[in-house]
């Protein structure tokens, strides 16, 4: 961890950092620089890094797909203010798991991750399996996991075209056999072959051997540097090269790393564009196939493209339960009613039942109609005693939502899983997913008051205690949700919190908690709408004031700044439309404890996460998993959401809120000037803290609108400094049948003393489960490894969610670490299908109109799975799919009716051949037609494992005079370059 405390920006606002800091980093620095502070590090301001092209690369593949779907919907704008907080947390998942390759210890010196050390047919295999695994995730629904497993296929695909020599060969087209088998393979140099001469500059010029730079393809040979001592550079070999490679010395020296412009890190600088651009490419290319294989819809849900908040109930079902389940299923058909055909409809819906002993199932579904009909079914039966399972519940609900959920816990029991608390408020934190909890038993004991219907009463096991319900405020004030305690009659009233929260563009204003008496202020700008007021608890005054100084007491009088709806345990106050621009003010009396919660709509928010600059073998910012260390220094990495071009609003600076509201720092912002210069990405913003408060704190962005008007938004979760780390250093794949090990180390920040772990997964996967107690010493670590035992009956492409919390003894110091682990094959199939011509081609006329042309084709899968769907994606004409061989003149039968099985067209949805007798494990034959005016066409092919085939046909070119205007066939033409300047696919010969 860093410990420098100087101030890293000067009055200029560009970094000031010393070389000399560069010298003390002892190790390599390898692949493409992993994230925008990687480029002050290297002072190599204009590099392309792995956060710049896989950004890059999936916004653009995102709006392309966004335009394919709705062509006649919006322009630019309206797309990139529409990918939403959603869409750029995923981005940042995947942008997160390509730097980890960097910074884990099990992957960032293995040279297989990163294309070293000439590993390329290793390294080429492991991206396939990341390619599969990708795919499995995807056709599960986990879409965490998928996100995992295309960080890590980026980043080893992007650090070929930085590792390799493919740019020096003069190749300007991307490698396809990397992850198309099928495609061309070039040969890798062998072991005792010298690939390099000396070089005695930072810029290595021309050091390539002759041959590994040579022009004509068939005598081409591949290879790739070594970095550090492991594996040894036999001599000869290139070195990776740069001032931290300690093999730069050993013969040959120098190095052909393109990782960045500065020629201190890579000798081969001045082709470090070159390479950026080829990786960005194959990034691409990689993105449009795996739309293509899973379609455009379910690639939007990838990366959670405009996505609604989740509609996620976690309901007691016991006797007693009646009036809130009511409650819950007539909110749910009030959202589903008034937003039926319109963005704001949720994506998904998902309910979690419990009853002691039962829990779950967990239903989740993407039809608001299945959904109603579930809610219809489920009845209050049975139980009736307290305590319930209910954050065992939580915990289900949390695994199966997406990040950013609204929770909403309705119940009337105290929870009798108390010890998965630890576990429940990790998953909160880790997912950014507020708990909301709608309770309809008073902690006090107290009957319902007179005229208020009585709530059939629960037995009791034993006496329980005033407080049995303070579990349930820690949670929902920890992961910034509210408790309310209500009564029967008012639930289905209060519920009312449920559709306001699960908005479109929800944003929050002020959230905070006091007692007694308090005043508060919160800011409205010009790009807020629909601003709503949520008080729980007991007022006995509340007065809010306009930024005109207009005041209206809202429990006493009806007035102009905004209505009052009132229910037991909630006020729900709703401000006059349009909101005054400015701050408002609100100051509120009781005799109890009080949340007070402002949201509104606005496309423009903001995400967050703490990092530290890391010394190993990659300088750069790694990102801090679990809560920060308190008193040391970190950074707070910031991107700003939803601003449409054209629209000012600047940011300067945050402030860190304690619970109540207070201030306890404040942390000025820079822009980062990271990963791109499009229009279209979230900006980031970074700011040093000199020291994390050590205390819990939420965080406040502040900057003006372009109005003036200064623009605040709350990230509502608490954020909970300790003194205590952990950090997985591997995150296996789970094979069936087979056990896998989960390696972490806990560091200690504080004094000596011991700590408890404990682990617990989702599927109870887990060969031993914590707690177990063990000492560390002052500023020591301790390592351990959890098992899990994946049974032979694991579905393959399914995800476990291991949990892992740690907790000094007798300290309120904890801390938290989640890891996804993937169900992978032992031996998953990643050959593609394949294409081959059927019969000898003829010639199109020079003049098209009025001929035609036909090719015929055999469409088969070598591996495994077997065929899955076939779509034409390019070409006006017709392809003809036939179960058996078809010889001339054999297309119809008696009376002229065509044996085929099925006739395609562009614009058709894929075809599922998978369910034809025979159809998936026998080859498929097909005729495709065409006008010569239309000379190419693409058809796409796949295997029931998600690999796909681009077969590309094109009709061969003829003399003026030849082929009349007959039907002359066409060629089967070789899969090449996937991709134009503007992203499209380009169909060569």
């Known amino acids: 961890m860093s410990q420098h405390r100087g101030r890293l920006w000067d009055g200029s606002g560009k970094p000031a950092f010393v070389l000399a800091s560069l010298l003390l980093l002892a190790l390599p620095c390898l692949g493409f620089l992993p994230d925008f502070w990687s480029r002050v590090l290297t002072l190599s301001w204009n590099s392309h890094t792995h956060q710049h092209i896989t950004e890059q690369a999936i916004l653009n593949v995102t709006v392309e797909t966004l335009r394919g779907i709705k062509r006649h919907q919006g322009n630019h704008a309206e797309e990139q203010t529409g990918l939403g907080r959603g869409f750029w947390r995923a981005v940042g998942e995947v ?93 890798v140099a062998a072991e005792d072959t010298p690939t390099c001469m000396e070089c005695f500059s930072p810029t290595c010029r021309d050091n390539l051997m002759p041959r590994l730079t040579n022009a004509q393809q068939d005598a081409q040979l591949l290879t790739t540097g070594y970095f550090s001592t492991f594996p040894p550079k036999p001599h000869g070999k290139c070195s990776h090269g740069g001032i931290l490679d300690l093999s730069r010395n050993m013969g040959a020296k120098g190095g052909i790393n393109k990782d960045s412009t500065s020629p201190l890190f890579s000798p081969h600088h001045y082709l470090h564009v070159e390479a950026s651009k080829l990786a960005l490419e194959a990034t691409l290319s990689a993105l449009r196939d795996i739309s293509d294989a899973v379609g455009p819809e379910t690639f939007l849900r990838l990366f959670s493209v405009r996505q609604v908040p989740a509609l996620v109930f976690v309901m007691d079902t016991t006797g007693s339960m009646f009036e809130e389940i009511t409650a819950a299923r007539y909110r749910a058909h009030s959202i589903i009613q008034r937003r039926a055909g319109s963005p704001g409809q949720p994506g998904t819906f998902l309910l979690v039942p419990f009853h002691d002993p039962e829990i779950g199932p967990v239903y989740e579904t993407d039809d608001p109609r299945q959904f109603m009909q579930h809610m219809e079914n489920l009845m209050a039966l049975g139980g009736g005693d307290e305590p319930e399972m209910c954050l065992s519940a939580i915990q289900l609900a949390l695994t199966h939502s997406p990040p950013l959920s609204e929770i909403f816990v309705f119940t009337d029991a105290s929870p009798k899983d108390a010890h998965l608390f630890d576990v429940v408020k990790a998953l909160a934190l880790e997912k950014q997913s507020k708990v909301t909890f ?98 729980t608890g007991l007022l006995t005054e509340c007065v809010l004031t306009s930024p005109s100084d207009q005041s209206q007491s809202l429990l006493s009088q009806r007035g102009p700044l905004a209505e009052l709806e009132r229910f037991e345990g909630l006020y729900r106050v709703s401000l006059t439309s349009p909101a005054q621009p400015g701050e408002w003010k609100l100051r509120a009396r009781s005799d109890g404890h009080l949340t007070f919660s402002v949201i509104a709509n606005s496309s423009v928010d903001f995400l967050y996460h703490f990092a530290t600059v890391t010394n190993e073998t990659h300088p750069g910012l790694a990102r801090v998993e679990g809560g920060p260390v308190a008193g040391v220094p970190v950074f707070l990495v910031l991107a700003v959401t939803g601003r449409a071009p054209g629209k000012e609003a600047s940011f300067s600076h945050v402030t860190l809120l304690g619970a109540a509201g207070e201030s306890l720092q404040r942390v000025m912002l820079n822009s980062s000037s990271s990963s791109s210069s499009s229009s279209y990405a979230a900006e980031e913003l970074v700011g040093r803290m000199d020291s994390v408060p050590g205390v819990a704190f939420c965080v406040r ?264 205007g007959g039907g002359g066939a066409g060629r089967i033409a070789p899969a090449a370059g996937c991709l134009a300047a503007l992203g499209l696919i380009r169909l060569l010969l």
């Open 438 to 535: 709608l309770l309809t038993e008073d902690p006090s004991y107290t009957l319902p008051s007179r005229g208020r219907r009585r709530k059939r009463r629960r037995k009791r096991r034993e006496l329980l205690s005033p407080d049995r319900f303070s579990l349930y405020s820690s949670l929902s004030s920890l992961s910034g949700g509210v408790t309310i305690f209500t009564t029967n009659s008012d639930i289905r009233s209060v519920s009312a919190i449920v559709e306001d929260n699960t908005a479109v563009d929800k944003v929050t204003l002020l959230h905070v908690e006091s007692d007694k008496e308090s005043s508060h202020s919160f800011r409205v700008d010009s790009s807020v709408k629909d601003v709503t007021l949520h008080l």
């Open 95 to 187: 942008v997160k798991s390509n730097a980890a390759m960097d910074f884990l210890s099990s992957t960032r010196s293995d040279p297989v991750y990163h294309f070293d050390s000439e590993r390329v047919d290793g390294a080429t295999g492991m991206l396939r399996q990341f390619w599969a695994q990708t795919l499995l995730s995807v056709r599960a629904k986990e879409y965490q996991s998928a996100r995992h497993s295309l960080g890590q296929l980026f980043h080893s695909l992007q650090d070929f075209y930085s590792h390799s020599n493919w740019v020096e060969m003069g190749q300007r087209v991307i490698y396809l056999h990397l992850l198309h088998p099928e495609e061309p393979a070039f040969p």
């Open 701 to 964: 962005l502040t900057g003006r609108d372009g109005a003036g008007n200064k623009l605040e938004r709350v990230s509502t979760e608490m954020v909970q400094p300790t003194h205590v780390q952990i950090q997985v250093l591997s995150v296996p794949r789970l094979v069936p049948g087979h056990s896998a090990k989960v390696a972490f180390d806990i560091l200690n920040h504080g004094p000596a003393r011991s700590f408890s772990l404990k682990a617990d997964d989702d599927r109870g996967y887990l060969h031993k489960r914590g707690p177990h107690s063990f000492h560390v010493e002052e500023r020591g670590s301790f390592r351990g490894e959890v098992d899990l035992v994946a049974p032979a009956a694991a579905e393959a492409g399914s995800k476990v969610t291991l949990t892992l919390t740690v907790r000094a003894l007798g300290s309120p110091d904890s801390n938290y670490a989640v890891a996804y682990l993937s169900v992978t094959p032992p031996d998953p199939d990643t050959s593609p299908p394949s294409c081959a011509a059927a019969r000898a081609p003829t010639a199109c006329p020079a003049a098209c109109n009025g001929s035609s042309w036909s090719a015929s084709l055999v469409v088969s899968d070598s591996g495994r799975s077997g065929l899955a769907a076939l779509q034409l994606r390019g070409g006006e004409g017709v392809l003809t799919l036939f179960r058996s061989p078809v010889e001339d003149g054999d297309e119809t039968t008696g009376g002229g009716r065509r044996r085929h099985a099925a006739r395609l067209e562009v614009g058709d949805p894929p075809v599922n051949v998978s369910g034809w007798a025979a159809g998936s494990s026998r080859p498929l034959w097909g005729t495709y037609s065409s006008s010569c005016c239309s000379a190419r066409a693409e058809l796409l092919v796949w295997d029931a494992a998600g690999n796909v085939k681009r077969c590309r046909l094109a009709a061969v070119a003829g003399s003026a005079g030849s082929g009349g």
